[in-house]
């Protein structure tokens, strides 16, 4: 039993990925569905998954939980909405009520593209957050290592909101470097209401020549600050199709933390997932 805690789907003919830009990212232009999916995750073991939001689009949440509504892989849906609007919460309810309503686990947004790097301080983010917590729904962060700081203050003041950590925050892996990330990961691990996910690395790395020791300097520092309690695994597919197919991602995990207990293992690869999005 396997929880992928994070990936996408998209159909270009239903919604341009305005993100999907220039050459390097060209072979993600093309769909990627579900039924694509679906293969690829039961031969690494996975039998439920997380479908995460990629765009700033209103519409792409709904659609997300009417899949789920019908598709045995989906588990769980973290969706998007503008957390900066006045009727946040009112948006949250009815996204609740809609067909696979049941399904939505977390909000996000993409606060990497950003350019202040205090945007989740900013009042209105606050109370739109406040009401995703109101709405019994985690945060999912999306944030490169300089917004760290602000990430780390926001979830401080808002204990009773639980923050989930993409991509581990988006380490330096093909330069080799830890710090300041290292640093600033264990700040925002030293807050209870925080969890993270191992995912999205292989992309950090350098995508043709990365291989699994590449990733254990990030790896065994997030298992250090976190804890295999508070970790999850993610495959970040398709995007992680740049440089590892969802095998070659699913069996570097299991390498980088193979040197856990059975116990801690469960932990990473099912039970964080489901004991924080309520799988």
Not at 104 to 125: A, F, S, T
Not at 257 to 268: D, G, H, I
Request: overall charge negative; charged content about 20%; hydrophobic content about 45%.
């Amino acid at each position: 039993m396997t929880v992928d805690a994070h990936h996408h789907v998209w159909d270009l003919s239903v919604r341009d990925q305005d993100w999907i830009t220039g050459p390097e990212l060209q072979p993600l232009r093309r769909d990627f569905t579900v039924t694509d999916l679906e293969p690829e995750a039961r031969a690494a073991g996975v039998d439920r998954t997380v479908l995460v939001q990629t765009i700033t689009v209103a519409e792409e949440t709904p659609e997300f939980l009417a899949l789920a509504d019908t598709h045995y892989l989906i588990a769980g849906v973290v969706g998007w909405t503008d957390l900066t609007s006045p009727d946040v919460a009112d948006a949250l309810a009815r996204l609740s009520e809609l067909p696979g309503g049941r399904y939505l686990k977390g909000i996000r947004h993409q606060v990497q593209g950003e350019p202040d790097p205090n945007w989740l301080l900013r009042p209105d983010v606050r109370r739109g957050l406040t009401a995703v917590a109101a709405a019994g729904l985690v945060y999912d962060l999306l944030v490169q290592p300089h917004q760290f700081p602000a990430a780390v203050e926001v979830a401080a003041a808002l204990p009773q909101l639980t923050f989930v950590l993409d991509h581990l925050g988006k380490p330096p892996v093909a330069s080799g470097r830890l710090e300041p990330w290292a640093t600033s990961l264990r700040d925002l691990a030293a807050l209870p209401n925080t969890y993270a996910k191992l995912s999205g690395l292989v992309t950090e790395a350098d995508w043709k020549t990365w291989g699994t020791e590449d990733l254990r300097l990030y790896t065994d520092t997030a298992l250090d600050a976190f804890g295999p309690s508070r970790l999850m695994f993610g495959s970040d597919w398709p995007v992680c199709t740049l440089a590892a197919a969802y095998g070659q991602v699913a069996d570097a995990s299991g390498e980088l933390t193979a040197k856990l207990s059975a116990a801690e293992r469960t932990e990473v690869f099912e039970g964080t997932a489901t004991r924080v999005y309520g799988l």
